[in-house]
């Protein structure tokens, strides 16, 4: 955790020493023909960091995995942590930086209620590493030259806010503690908020959304490191309580799962933690059957229940990973079926303005010409509720 790489300059002095003095190419890439050199390419990723809502913070694990000398264009990966100014496209005019609408659903600041009986409590607003196409750019990470966030501190004066609402409201059973990422809180705070959730009687389980796992799994086999044990203390306490508790956790590629993640999803199922995965679908990283096939398969060999696959959601600056709808639902098609049901995640649609997850095939109605489909969801203020998808602009007819 302390070895992330955080920031231009720092990032700048990574490249200089990992990319070769020529790029490779791997096939012919569309607007990215000029860069040549290594300095080409540090350019262009400065430049790109500048038009990106996301700061910018990679751990060794992730940096460790991206392929710098034969292929750091098209490397999967870096398309996700890392822009670049020649591969950006248009925002569709319909993006925003909060597109779930999670501001308008929190009646106390970091807790957005929307289901009647579940909540997400945003804990903090710092994560181990920056996702370029993050849902909560409005909030999470270091202010950048085009996004001044909404913080949401990690104190115990505003958590009480939150906790207070929580024991007052009987119809809640289930909290989501996230942020930024629970990763980013203190082992001991770890404790604290989920003794204290699972004290509440009408709370009947929580889970802790972290990438963690993904993306600095040697923390988890660290014995100097307590965030483990503390998270594994709370599953004994919920257990005993007969609540469960859960890490939801994200992977988004095979190439994110190495020996280290095997052993460290080894000791958590040793310990009887169950996680779960949710991932993001996102263009150029992991929107083909093979790879899609491969990451389901792959988590589900170490235990890690591949729960969702999302649609990615329409969060201004990231056009370049956003894919058509059309693309999650031939997704689905293509793998249903070749793995036991239980292991089959949901291809879903978090439906922008807070109409919440959806079934990707699921929709009323989809105009592939103008890429809008329509969702019906039930509104928690009452009655149901058309919503709107919108796929990318590059995907439409001109
Ligand atoms: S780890 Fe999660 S919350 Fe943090 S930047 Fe990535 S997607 Fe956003």
Redesign the pocket.
């Known amino acids: 955790m302390p070895n992330t790489v955080q920031g231009a300059p720092s990032l700048f002095k990574f490249l200089e020493t990992v990319l070769p003095p020529k790029i490779p190419r791997n096939g012919e890439i569309q607007g990215q023909e000029h860069i040549q050199s290594r300095e080409d390419f540090i350019i262009d990723v400065m430049d790109g960091i500048k038009l990106a809502p996301?700061s910018t913070r990679l751990t060794p694990h992730i940096l460790s995995r991206i392929d710098w000398a034969g292929n750091p264009l098209a490397d999967p990966l870096r398309r996700q942590f890392l822009p670049m100014k020649s591969s950006l496209l248009p925002d569709h005019p319909s993006l925003s930086l909060d597109s779930l609408h999670e501001t308008e659903d929190s009646p106390v600041p970091g807790l957005v209620h929307r289901y009647p009986h579940k909540a997400l409590f945003l804990a903090t607003s710092v994560?181990?590493?920056?996702?370029r196409?993050?849902?909560?750019s409005y909030s999470?990470?270091g202010e950048t030259d085009s996004v001044k966030k909404a913080r949401f501190l990690p104190t115990r004066k505003r958590w009480e806010k939150v906790f207070e609402h929580i024991e007052r409201t009987p119809a809640l059973n289930d909290i989501v503690i996230?942020?930024?990422?629970a990763y980013y809180l203190e082992p001991e705070h770890v404790w604290e908020i989920g003794k204290r959730l699972l004290s509440i009687p009408h709370i009947r389980r929580i889970r802790y959304?972290s990438?963690g796992l993904a993306?600095c799994p040697s923390r988890v086999l660290d014995s100097t490191d307590s965030w483990t044990s503390a998270l594994i203390k709370v599953v004994e306490f919920g257990r005993n309580e007969g609540k469960t508790v859960a890490w939801h956790t994200?992977f988004n590629h095979p190439n994110e799962i190495t020996w280290v993640t095997r052993l460290a999803a080894w000791k958590l199922f040793q310990n009887g933690v169950t996680v779960r995965n949710q991932a993001?679908l996102l263009r150029g990283v992991n929107d083909d059957v093979s790879t899609m096939k491969k990451l389901i398969y792959s988590l589900a060999d170490i235990n890690i229940q591949p729960y969702y696959v999302y649609q990615g959601d329409m969060v201004r600056g990231v056009e370049d990973l956003r894919t058509p709808l059309q693309t999650i639902i031939e997704l689905e098609e293509q793998i249903r079926g070749t793995i036991a049901g239980f292991l089959m995640p949901q291809f879903a649609v978090d439906l922008p303005a807070g109409g919440g997850k959806r079934l990707a095939c699921s929709y009323e109605s989809y105009d592939r010409r103008t890429g809008v489909s329509t969702f019906v969801a039930p509104s928690v203020k009452g009655g149901n509720r058309v919503f709107e998808y919108h796929d990318p602009l590059w995907s439409l007819e001109k």
């Open positions: 996301m994560c181990p590493i920056y996702c196409f993050c849902t909560r999470v990470g996230s942020g930024g990422d959304a990438k993306v994200h993001a």
